[in-house]
C-alpha cells in the first residue's frame, strides 16, 4: 500500500507557475505509476498527466499543451507536476495517484490517492 501526500497549492494569479509536489510513503514508490488529476466543484475528475515508474513515458491531458511538466524522484519517493501559464479555469483540488499497473489516464483505474491540494488562481 502507498500513501500520498499532496502539496504546493495556493493562490496565484493567471499567468503564474505552480510547483506541486506528492510525497509517497508505504510499498516501493518506484514500482508504481502516478497519475495527477483535478477536480473543480459541479465538474468531473480530469486527468492531468501520468508518469511512468521509470520516469522515461509521460502522458498528459489534451488541454496541457506544453505548459505542464510531470517528473518524479524515486529516491526521495516524491512526483511533481510543474505548471506554467495557469489560467483562471484551472482552479481545482489537485489530486496525486498511484497505481501499480502501466500508465493510464482514467481516475477508476488508480488504486491510491491523495487528499488533494488547493490551487486557486485570480485574474
Known amino acids: 500500500q502507498v500513501q500520498l501526500v499532496e502539496s504546493g497549492g495556493g493562490l496565484v494569479q493567471a499567468g503564474d507557475s505552480l510547483r506541486l509536489s506528492c510525497a509517497a510513503s508505504?510499498?516501493?514508490?518506484?514500482?508504481?505509476?502516478l497519475g495527477w488529476f483535478r477536480q473543480a466543484p459541479g465538474k468531473e475528475r480530469e486527468f492531468v498527466a501520468a508518469?511512468?515508474?521509470?520516469?522515461?513515458?509521460?502522458l498528459y491531458g489534451d488541454f496541457v499543451k506544453g505548459r505542464f511538466t510531470i517528473s518524479r524522484d524515486n529516491a526521495k519517493s516524491t512526483a511533481y507536476l510543474q505548471m506554467n501559464s495557469l489560467k483562471p479555469e484551472e482552479a481545482a483540488v489537485y489530486y496525486c495517484a498511484a497505481d501499480a499497473r502501466r500508465i493510464e489516464s482514467r481516475p477508476g483505474y488508480y488504486d491510491y490517492w491523495g487528499q488533494g491540494t488547493q490551487v486557486t488562481i485570480s485574474s
Open positions: 508518469i511512468g515508474w521509470s520516469g522515461g513515458n509521460t
Open positions: 508505504g510499498r516501493s514508490f518506484g514500482g508504481y505509476t
